[in-house]
């Protein structure tokens, strides 16, 4: 299992309200999951994946939750190649060509 | 602070106090009683003049930002225009801004106001743009920051284009609070200014709105110094409000009372914003109708007691255009003009594209923003996204797109439209709502009198409604 040391910069879960805690006028769906909290920190103890820990986050707040990452990356990107875009671009380039040349 | 109730409903039951120490505006001095309030007193003395917005956006690097002709695709309008029209289309370049968008304008007036009031820090509830512009602003004037953002679904997916605005914020030293889909994002939001006594950076407070004030007046300054008048249209995406508020009183500001005012959003009909599964199967995250009506119709949901942003006051169209639209245009901007933008901030200009058709030749329109784009934040990442969620990319007619099953790009441009939303309903339901949401019985004069100017509508138009819902006049 994954351990984190006091200091590391990691990032916590917390259930915020379980489902039976929901607010009356949020959707069937989201009803039935827990609302849930994620925030990053420096770990204020050794801990292991999964257990609880207290972090001290970039504006000193001292919070506590269950360790759910360590160091964690930054995961967005590009995404995969949309090829459908291309056909966009190449359309258009078309186009203004003809509109120019018409002119 | 370690005897209170923490509970959901206890938390939320203190929201007023909590929010006029976070917000530090006493609004009630502002209520007349009735349904109304005095809207321009509280945007004078809550908010600054525009003077002094402009001293403290300059001194932050904020504004002054370009103004660019898009002529070829102007001239791609004209190729689909009938002769003779086909109005010129202009850009404001807002992505020049620090943090990359027009939300450094709210940001720059919001931050200054939490410094010279002795906030310690901000806090700004905000999945969009206007985290990354809280947070920069905060850096410079050296204030912590946190935002607090709505950002996975239960199982931990996120959407990409929240993924970065993530990646903005911490690059901007701030904290961010993430949280799973919900409205009860709010609870949260109370908890962490009661903790930190930190100032409740709200996207609607009298100086937020001042600060997009500036951008209204700047482009009719400077669209009359490069064309010798004013703009004849000026195209606003619109969600909470706020973009549109603030821009149309900067071009009232500026003397341009003849300028058109229109709002544009995504229509994103059949998503449920609060809805778990709806979450990550839209492809747009800003800029949509699932803000856009409800802010129309119900500004005063917004997290401060009085909304500064009203758009009602201020719209005179209303238009949608479908996702497929947009990122077709965001191509078009990349590859026809040279400029990497959006997508959620095309939205006004995919609406200039339709728009620009019905007009003439030597009339203008200007399109008042444009924001970053980067990893997560362009059409690659979202559509990407949107395809792996199950959503099915084609090209065809936009009208049928099915938000959440589909996304339809226009087969070729002449399929891109806007579609007039009936700016009569959306003062209609204004109105219902402030029946239902105030328990009316019956009303003043003065509350039709304010009414009708939060609705630009005449008197009798509000009378007309009234009397459909039983509604007596006193």
Same mark, same amino acid.
């Given at each position: 299992?994954?351990? *984190?040391?006091?200091? @590391?910069?990691?990032?916590?879960?917390?259930?915020?309200?379980?489902?039976?805690?929901? =607010?009356?006028?949020?959707?069937? @769906?989201?009803?039935?999951?827990?609302?849930?909290?994620?925030?990053?920190?420096? =770990?204020? =103890?050794? *801990?292991?994946?999964?257990?609880?820990?207290?972090?001290?986050?970039?504006?000193?707040?001292?919070?506590?939750?269950?360790?759910? *990452?360590?160091?964690?990356?930054?995961?967005?990107?590009?995404?995969?190649?949309?090829?459908?875009?291309?056909?966009?671009?190449?359309?258009?380039?078309?186009?203004?060509?003809? =509109?120019?040349?018409? @002119? | 602070?370690?005897?209170?109730?923490?509970?959901?409903?206890?938390? #939320?039951?203190?929201?007023?106090?909590?929010?006029?120490?976070?917000?530090?505006?006493?609004?009630?001095?502002?209520?007349?009683?009735?349904?109304?309030?005095?809207?321009?007193?509280?945007?004078?003395?809550?908010?600054?003049?525009?003077?002094?917005?402009?001293?403290?956006q300059?001194?932050t690097g904020v504004g002054?930002t370009?103004?660019?002709?898009?002529?070829?695709?102007?001239?791609?309008?004209?190729?689909?225009?009938?002769?003779?029209?086909?109005?010129?289309?202009?850009? /404001?370049?807002e992505a020049a801004n620090p943090s990359g968008s027009f939300k450094a304008r709210r940001a720059a007036?919001a931050v200054?106001? %939490?410094?010279?009031?002795?906030? /310690?820090?901000?806090?700004a %509830?905000t999945?969009g743009n206007y985290g990354a512009a809280v947070a920069s602003q905060a850096a410079m004037?050296?204030?912590?920051s946190?935002i607090?953002?709505?950002?996975?679904?239960?199982?931990?997916?996120?959407?990409?284009?929240?993924?970065e605005k993530?990646r903005a914020c911490?690059a901007y030293g701030a904290?961010?609070?993430?949280?799973?889909?919900?409205?009860?994002?709010?609870?949260?939001?109370?908890?962490?200014?009661?903790?930190?006594?930190?100032?409740?950076?709200?996207?609607?407070?009298?100086?937020?709105? %001042?600060g997009?004030?500036?951008?209204?007046?700047?482009?009719?300054?400077?669209?009359?110094?490069?064309?010798?008048?004013?703009?004849?249209?000026?195209?606003?995406?619109? $969600?909470?409000?706020?973009?549109?508020?603030?821009?149309?009183?900067?071009?009232?500001?500026?003397? $341009?009372?003849?300028?058109?005012?229109?709002?544009?959003?995504?229509?994103?009909?059949?998503?449920?914003? $609060?809805?778990?599964?709806? &979450?990550?199967?839209?492809?747009?995250?800003?800029?949509?109708?699932?803000?856009?009506?409800?802010?129309?119709?119900?500004?005063?949901?917004?997290?401060?007691?009085?909304?500064? $942003?009203?758009?009602?006051?201020?719209?005179?169209?209303?238009?949608?255009?479908?996702?497929?639209?947009?990122?077709?245009?965001?191509?078009?901007? %990349?590859?026809?003009?040279?400029?990497?933008?959006?997508?959620?901030g095309?939205?006004?200009?995919?609406?200039?594209?339709?728009?620009?058709?019905?007009?003439?030749?030597?009339?203008?329109?200007?399109?008042?923003?444009t924001e970053y784009?980067g990893?997560?934040k362009?059409? #690659?990442?979202?559509?990407?996204?949107?395809?792996?969620?199950?959503?099915?990319?084609?090209?065809?007619?936009?009208?049928?797109?099915?938000?959440?099953?589909?996304?339809?790009?226009?087969?070729?441009?002449?399929?891109?439209?806007?579609?007039? &939303?009936?700016?009569?309903?959306?003062?209609?339901?204004?109105?219902?709502?402030?029946?239902?949401?105030?328990?009316?019985?019956?009303?003043?004069?003065?509350?039709?009198?304010?009414?009708?100017?939060?609705?630009?509508?005449?008197?009798?138009?509000?009378?007309?409604?009234?009397?459909?819902?039983?509604?007596?006049?006193?």
């Amino acid at each position: 299992m994954e351990r *984190a040391k006091k200091g @590391d910069w990691v990032q916590i879960r917390q259930t915020v309200l379980t489902p039976e805690e929901r =607010a009356p006028q949020v959707p069937e @769906d989201t009803k039935k999951v827990p609302l849930l909290l994620w925030v990053k920190g420096f =770990a204020c =103890a050794d *801990a292991s994946i999964g257990e609880q820990v207290e972090v001290e986050t970039v504006t000193g707040r001292h919070t506590k939750g269950e360790l759910f *990452a360590i160091n964690p990356r930054y995961i967005h990107d590009f995404g995969n190649f949309v090829p459908e875009l291309l056909k966009m671009d190449m359309q258009l380039k078309n186009l203004l060509e003809e =509109a120019t040349r018409n @002119d | 602070m370690t005897n209170l109730d923490m509970s959901y409903a206890a938390v #939320m039951g203190r929201r007023n106090e909590i929010m006029k120490q976070a917000v530090g505006i006493d609004y009630s001095v502002f209520e007349t009683g009735g349904v109304g309030f005095e809207y321009e007193r509280m945007m004078r003395e809550a908010g600054y003049t525009l003077e002094e917005i402009r001293e403290i956006q300059s001194s932050t690097g904020v504004g002054d930002t370009p103004i660019f002709e898009l002529r070829n695709l102007t001239a791609l309008v004209r190729k689909f225009s009938p002769k003779g029209k086909g109005a010129r289309i202009f850009i /404001k370049d807002e992505a020049a801004n620090p943090s990359g968008s027009f939300k450094a304008r709210r940001a720059a007036n919001a931050v200054y106001h %939490a410094k010279r009031n002795g906030y /310690k820090g901000v806090i700004a %509830a905000t999945s969009g743009n206007y985290g990354a512009a809280v947070a920069s602003q905060a850096a410079m004037r050296g204030l912590k920051s946190i935002i607090v953002q709505e950002c996975y679904d239960s199982r931990m997916i996120g959407q990409p284009e929240i993924l970065e605005k993530l990646r903005a914020c911490e690059a901007y030293g701030a904290e961010v609070v993430q949280l799973s889909v919900g409205p009860e994002l709010f609870y949260t939001f109370l908890l962490l200014l009661e903790e930190t006594g930190y100032f409740n950076a709200s996207l609607y407070t009298p100086f937020g709105i %001042a600060g997009v004030e500036t951008l209204g007046y700047e482009l009719v300054e400077q669209f009359k110094a490069n064309t010798g008048k004013a703009p004849d249209k000026v195209l606003i995406t619109h $969600a909470g409000g706020g973009n549109v508020t603030g821009t149309a009183r900067g071009v009232l500001k500026a003397g $341009a009372t003849d300028t058109e005012i229109v709002g544009a959003s995504v229509d994103l009909s059949g998503l449920h914003m $609060a809805s778990d599964h709806d &979450f990550n199967r839209k492809s747009f995250t800003t800029g949509h109708t699932g803000f856009g009506i409800p802010f129309a119709t119900w500004p005063d949901r917004a997290d401060v007691p009085r909304n500064a $942003a009203r758009p009602l006051r201020y719209l005179d169209r209303y238009v949608l255009v479908k996702q497929g639209e947009v990122f077709y245009i965001t191509e078009a901007l %990349a590859v026809l003009e040279g400029l990497e933008r959006g997508p959620a901030g095309n939205t006004s200009l995919t609406a200039a594209f339709a728009v620009a058709q019905e007009m003439d030749a030597d009339q203008t329109i200007l399109v008042q923003e444009t924001e970053y784009t980067g990893a997560g934040k362009h059409p #690659m990442p979202q559509l990407s996204f949107a395809r792996s969620n199950g959503v099915e990319l084609l090209f065809g007619n936009p009208d049928d797109e099915k938000p959440g099953t589909n996304i339809i790009f226009p087969k070729d441009p002449s399929f891109i439209k806007v579609r007039d &939303f009936d700016l009569d309903k959306a003062r209609n339901s204004y109105i219902r709502n402030c029946v239902t949401n105030n328990k009316l019985e019956s009303v003043t004069e003065d509350d039709v009198k304010f009414l009708s100017e939060d609705t630009k509508s005449s008197a009798d138009y509000v009378k007309g409604v009234l009397k459909e819902l039983n509604i007596a006049i006193k």
